[in-house]
C-alpha cells in the first residue's frame, strides 16, 4: 500500500507499507546482489547506517547456492539474517548483460551460466518462481533489456514482448502467492517501463502498463551510455504517464546528483553500485565533492573523511588511517569507505524526504549540487 503524503513540484514524498515494515520514500536501496553488500558489510551494519530496503539479485542468487536452498532456510530474509523489506531484480538485466549465446523467444531465454557454463531458460514464470522461492518484499517484473543504441523497430517490438512477458509474470505471481508454501503470500510485483530514447515508446509504454494497477512502476534500460540530459528528458516525459499514487523506481541510477535531478522529476526509488563500488576503491562522497582517499595530500590528515558525519567510519578514524588501511591493501579500509557512502546515500535520502515536506526541496537540491560540484 502506497501513501502519497506530499508534493513539492513533481518531487514526491511518499510511504510504501510493505509485509516486511515501512518504507519512506524517496529511498536508496542498498545493493547486496549476491545477498551481501560488497565490501564486508553485515545486515547489522546495514541496520546501523538507516538502510531501508536491501536489493539482491534474481539470476546471481539462481545460478551460484541456488534459489531453492534458500527456500528451505525460510527465504531470503532468513538465510541473510534481514527483517526489513527487500527487493529482487527480475535477473532480465544479467541476463541480457552477461550470459554468452542467448537466443531469446517468446517463452523466455536460453543462455549459458557466465559462472559454470550450464545452459539455463529463464522467462517470466521462471524468474517469478525463482523470486517466490527467495521470497522478497518486492519482485521485479522479467523484461527483455535492449540493447543501446537500437533501431526504432528493434525497440518496439522488444518493448511490445516486454508487456506481453509483464501479463505473464502478474498471472504467474498471482497463482504462486496462492499456494500454501510460498514463503511470501504478499510478495508484491513492478513493472518495467522501457523503450530506449524513444520517448513515444516509452509513454505508450507507460500507459499500457498502467492499466495491469501493479504495486509499483519502474523506468529500466537508462544509464546505459545516453548523456544525463537524455535521461532526465525520458524520466521528464515518461513520469506523467505513471500513477501518480504508486512508487515509481529509476532502476540502476547513479550518483548523488543524478538521484537529486531525478527526484526532482517524481522519482521515489532507486539503486546504485556506485556507493559501494566506489568505496571498495578508495573513493568516498562527502558534501563537498567526492574523494580519492589514496591521495597523498591525506597521508598526514587527522580529521574524518567529512566533518560532523556521524557514519562508523567519521565517528572512529582519521582520512590518514583510512588512507592507510587502503595502501595496505586491509580489508577494513574498503569496509569503512563502503559504509561511510552508504550512509552518506541513506542520509542523503533523508533528508530530500525532509526537504520535500517542508516544500523547499528545489532550494535544498541546489544547495547540495553546488556544494558537491565545489570540487
Avoid at 175 to 201: A, C, K, W, Y
Wanted: aromatic content about 8%; some cysteine.
Amino acid at each position: 500500500m502506497y501513501e502519497l503524503i506530499k508534493k513539492d513540484g513533481r518531487a514526491k514524498r511518499g510511504r510504501l507499507t510493505t509485509v516486511h515494515g515501512v518504507i519512506e520514500t524517496p529511498v536508496f536501496m542498498n545493493v547486496g546482489t549476491v545477498a551481501a553488500i560488497k565490501g564486508a558489510v553485515s545486515t547489522d551494519d546495514l541496520r546501523e547506517i538507516g538502510t531501508q530496503v536491501e536489493l539482491s539479485n534474481t539470476y546471481h542468487l539462481h545460478v551460484r547456492t541456488g534459489d531453492k536452498l534458500i527456500k528451505e532456510f525460510g527465504g531470503l530474509h532468513k538465510f541473510m539474517n534481514w527483517d526489513r523489506p527487500i527487493l529482487t531484480d527480475s535477473g532480465g538485466f544479467q541476463v541480457f548483460s552477461l550470459a554468452k549465446l542467448r537466443k531469446i523467444k517468446e517463452e523466455g531465454v536460453s543462455f549459458s551460466s557466465h559462472i559454470d557454463g550450464r545452459k539455463i531458460f529463464m522467462g517470466p514464470e521462471e524468474s517469478m518462481q525463482i523470486q517466490s522461492n527467495l521470497g522478497s518484499t518486492i519482485a521485479m517484473a522479467f523484461d527483455e533489456c535492449p540493447p543501446h543504441p537500437a533501431t526504432r523497430e528493434y525497440m518496439q517490438k522488444s518493448v511490445d514482448r516486454t508487456t506481453r512477458w509483464l501479463v505473464r509474470c502478474k498471472k504467474e505471481m498471482d497463482r504462486l502467492n496462492s499456494l500454501e508454501d510460498t514463503v511470501n503470500p504478499h510478495q508484491m510485483l513492478f513493472g518495467i517501463n522501457q523503450g530506449g530514447t524513444f520517448e513515444d515508446i516509452r509513454i505508450e509504454h507507460a500507459k499500457e502498463i498502467s492499466k495491469l494497477n501493479l504495486d509499483g512502476y519502474a523506468l529500466g534500460g537508462l544509464a546505459v551510455g545516453e548523456t544525463h540530459d537524455e535521461m532526465y528528458h525520458i524520466i521528464e516525459e515518461t513520469v506523467p504517464y505513471l500513477p501518480e499514487d504508486k512508487p515509481t523506481y529509476l532502476m540502476g541510477v547513479g550518483t548523488p546528483i543524478n538521484i537529486l535531478e531525478s527526484v526532482d522529476r517524481g522519482i521515489d526509488f532507486f539503486d546504485c553500485v556506485y556507493p559501494t563500488r566506489n568505496g571498495r576503491h578508495g573513493h568516498v562522497y562527502t558534501n563537498q565533492g567526492k574523494l580519492n582517499m589514496f591521495n597523498k595530500k591525506y597521508e598526514l590528515d587527522h580529521r574524518p573523511i567529512e566533518e560532523g558525519c556521524q557514519c562508523p567510519a567519521c565517528r572512529s578514524y582519521s582520512r590518514a588511517y583510512i588512507r592507510h588501511l587502503l595502501k595496505a591493501k586491509e580489508m577494513l579500509g574498503m569496509r569503512l569507505c563502503v559504509l561511510h557512502n552508504l550512509y552518506f546515500y541513506n542520509t542523503m535520502m533523508s533528508e530530500i524526504r525532509q526537504a520535500i515536506e517542508e516544500g523547499n526541496y528545489k532550494e535544498y537540491k541546489k544547495r547540495k549540487i553546488d556544494g558537491m560540484m565545489n570540487q
